[in-house]
């Protein structure tokens, strides 16, 4: 029996979100991965697999965030993952409501390892919206979740 190749979307924004997704990678096996973050000075870390720049945002630039929500969601629909994995902050929390509610797709959050104290504010607001909910750190997990199961340091 062979198993299907699943389709990942990996997704988060820049600097030490993407570097802990990137180490996420040889999880993703032989299956079929796009990645998504919010610079061009990637691609070259992810070979030949799909590549998707979208926009960067904060919370300080409501206008910047619906650009960013409304870019991730053509990205979902284009692609059309199983899975969406993220390792964090806006561009993860899109992704995994919209895949969630509107794909159907499995969801996994991996916090940062910089939260080394509480989740952070991505993190708490995805919650509902991840099939997997996982802090890097022992003392922020929670028997109903952040679960810990190590990090990707």
């Known amino acids: 029996?062979?198993?299907?190749?699943?389709?990942?979307?990996?997704?988060?924004?820049?600097?030490?979100?993407?570097?802990?997704?990137?180490?996420?990678?040889?999880a993703f096996g032989?299956?079929?991965?796009?990645?998504?973050?919010?610079?061009?000075?990637?691609?070259?870390?992810?070979?030949?697999?799909?590549?998707?720049?979208?926009p960067?945002?904060?919370?300080?630039?409501?206008?910047?965030?619906?650009?960013l929500g409304?870019?991730?969601?053509?990205?979902?629909?284009?692609?059309?993952?199983?899975?969406?994995?993220?390792t964090g902050a806006a561009p993860g929390f899109f992704a995994l409501f919209f895949g969630k509610k509107l794909f159907r797709a499995r969801t996994i959050w991996l916090d940062s390892v910089a939260n080394a104290r509480v989740m952070s504010l991505s993190g708490q607001k995805v919650k509902p919206y991840a099939d997997l909910w996982l802090t890097q750190w022992p003392s922020v997990a929670s028997p109903d979740g952040p679960f810990y199961k190590g990090a990707v340091l």
Request: without cysteine.
């Open 1 to 26: 029996m062979t198993l299907r190749k699943k389709k990942i979307l990996a997704i988060s924004s820049a600097g030490g979100h993407w570097t802990q997704l990137l180490r996420l990678s040889p």
């Open 56 to 67: 960067d945002a904060t919370l300080h630039s409501k206008f910047r965030l619906a650009l």
């Open 70 to 86: 409304l870019n991730v969601l053509l990205l979902l629909l284009k692609e059309r993952p199983d899975i969406i994995v993220s």
């Open 30 to 54: 032989e299956h079929d991965v796009a990645y998504a973050t919010v610079t061009d000075a990637y691609r070259p870390e992810v070979d030949t697999a799909r590549y998707y720049v979208i």
